[in-house]
């Protein structure tokens, strides 16, 4: 038995057709979030133990459990979910294996990274040397970094982005964090 459909509803669909689509669909291309940074502008930072710099006064400082002879603390920006993770070490003829213990963490991104940009880092006035890595693509951290006086100390640093890395969307981020990380090791001098 074949139902016959009501004349009023084929009138209500040829109307409906008719009345919409007026305009050609044309998709919208993917957008991302817009960020509105602060002014970066800085605070001096002492940590008696063996430093200190400039930190960015948005930034705040956590102590962290650390071995003996090692200070650990984070500067960490919530408002963007982003954590700058330090750790020192003392040097003690050791210069040669904290070297090699930074180049495998940076290293171990090659696996997503498109690229790694080593920048030299190199302040004689305040006797501060070392390398800034911008690791590019979608990795845990984006920028790590060490310096050392080559004699008594030795300070390693990344960032880390509480989010799925994507580094376009990442990007502002990122870009914004690499300023103030430069601006730290621009101003670090040792005790």
Known sequence: MVKK????????????????CREKYTPRPMGYLRFAFPPQTYEPLSLPA??????????????????????????SYQHYGTTIHFSYKPVKGNLAGLAEDVHYFVYKH??????????????P????FGTLYRIRGDVASN?????????????????????????DS??????????DIEHILSTLRWK
């Open 5 to 20: 459909i009501p004349l009023l509803f084929i009138v209500f669909v040829l109307v409906s057709l008719g009345f919409s």
């Open 50 to 75: 063996f430093t200190e710099f400039e930190k960015p006064v948005y930034m705040s400082m956590v102590h962290r459990n650390s071995p003996a002879e090692e200070f650990w603390f984070d500067l």
């Open 110 to 123: 090659t696996i997503k990274a498109s690229g790694i940009e080593e920048i030299l880092i190199n302040h």
């Open 125 to 128: 006035e305040n006797k501060v």
């Open 143 to 167: 920028i790590q970094f060490a310096v050392t006086d080559s004699l008594k100390h030795f300070l390693r640093g990344s960032l880390y982005i509480a989010s799925r890395p994507n580094e």
């Open 170 to 179: 990442l990007a502002p981020i990122i870009d914004f964090s690499r300023r």
